[in-house]
């Protein structure tokens, strides 16, 4: 079946614009998360939707960062003025439930390069 | 605050050899302890879901197991294709999923 799907794949865009990138989860999915992979690093969290709860934002860097997901369909993830510290990989999961009792499902995330 | 410690950073293991991977967790209330592998270029694929502490899951040549306080994932005579970096985390109700930095296996021929 269809998984997690990000768009685009890879972005390279100049300090100072601004980005959108996108998720389309699995469907039937209720919970959806993002998250930043830093060259080397760990998965950093950023923000996590919930059915129609109030998302989780307590881990958006700055408020140059913003999402938005429409009910239980797709999320974009908003960077406005990028700096080159934004540079990472952003990657989007989904899962069934979202309370510890189901997995989380990956997508192959989105490279973004600030030069 | 829910936290996730893997260790070691980085194995380098012989084809056969077998071992053992750590990841040692401190959460209010766990309602799941996840094991993901991550190749490079790749989002994490999902490999076991641990609840309670005594669980024990398999899957191929990876055993999953579960105490209060932490997690080892052992790997039974590895392949070359079992490197990838292994991922810990821990899920504590309708919360995030918090992630440990991972554990690089690498396996020689």
């Known amino acids: 079946g269809a998984g997690v799907s990000q768009s685009p794949s890879n972005k390279v865009t100049e300090k100072g614009k601004d980005v959108e990138l996108r998720c389309d989860p699995i469907s039937g999915h209720t919970a959806l998360y993002w998250y930043r992979q830093r060259l080397g690093q760990g998965l950093e969290f950023l923000i996590y939707?919930?059915?129609?709860?109030?998302?989780?934002k307590s881990g958006l860097p700055s408020d140059r960062f913003s999402a938005e997901r429409t009910g239980e369909s797709v999320s974009t993830l908003t960077i406005q003025r990028t700096q080159q510290e934004d540079s990472a990989v952003y990657l989007c999961?989904?899962?069934?439930?979202?309370?510890?009792?189901?997995?989380?499902?990956f997508g192959n995330g989105t490279r973004l390069t600030v030069t | 605050e829910d936290q996730v410690t893997q260790s070691p950073e980085a194995l380098r293991l012989q084809e056969g050899e077998s071992s053992s991977l750590n990841c040692s967790y401190t959460v209010s209330g766990l309602r799941g302890l996840f094991w993901y592998r991550q190749d490079p270029g790749k989002g994490p694929e999902f490999l076991f879901t641990l609840y309670s502490a005594g669980e024990e899951k398999e899957k191929e040549r990876l055993k999953a197991t579960l105490t209060k306080k932490e997690s080892f994932l052992h790997i039974t005579a590895p392949k070359p294709e079992d490197s990838a970096t292994y991922l810990c985390a821990v899920q504590a109700g309708f919360q995030k999923l918090v992630f440990g930095t991972g554990t690089r296996l690498l396996v020689s021929p």
């Open positions: 999961a989904s899962s069934l439930l979202g309370n510890g009792n189901s997995p989380l499902h």
């Open positions: 939707f919930q059915g129609n709860s109030a998302p989780d």
